[in-house]
């Protein structure tokens, strides 16, 4: 069993900037692809990066979002710069096992085996 806790969301302006955390824990855990997805109300989930030995972006936050991962592994980062209210959303980190993950794919929800809580991001004007 693989346990995600996220951390970082919270009251941004308009043209500023979060770090978003997600902590994974259990047996391999430090070595499973990492997502960022997120939902805003009355929208569906969207995929927003992903990081395995690769890095991947939505075209929407693409030049604007970083994905980054800690030297251990159990840790995985999203610095979002520039935010927009189109931004504003409840951000969930996945995780899902390194031999399953596809990088043709990684914007597909069912791909993803574990999901976090969500944090949510509030952008204002």
């Known amino acids: 069993q693989v346990h995600l806790v996220e951390s970082g969301g919270g009251l941004v302006q308009s043209g500023g900037s979060l770090r978003l955390s997600c902590t994974a824990s259990?047996?391999?855990?430090?070595?499973?692809?990492i997502g960022w997805f997120r939902q805003a109300p009355g929208k569906k989930r969207e995929g927003v990066s992903a990081?395995?030995?690769?890095?991947f972006y939505a075209d929407s936050v693409k030049g604007r979002f970083t994905i980054s991962r800690d030297s251990a592994g159990n840790t995985v980062y999203l610095q979002m710069n520039r935010l927009k209210p189109d931004d504003a959303a409840v951000y969930y980190c996945a995780a899902d096992h390194p031999d399953a993950f596809s990088g043709n794919s990684w914007w597909l929800e069912p791909l993803w085996d574990y999901w976090g809580q969500g944090t949510e991001v509030i952008v204002q004007s």
């Open positions: 990081i395995n030995f690769r890095k």
């Open positions: 259990g047996v391999g855990s430090d070595s499973y692809a």
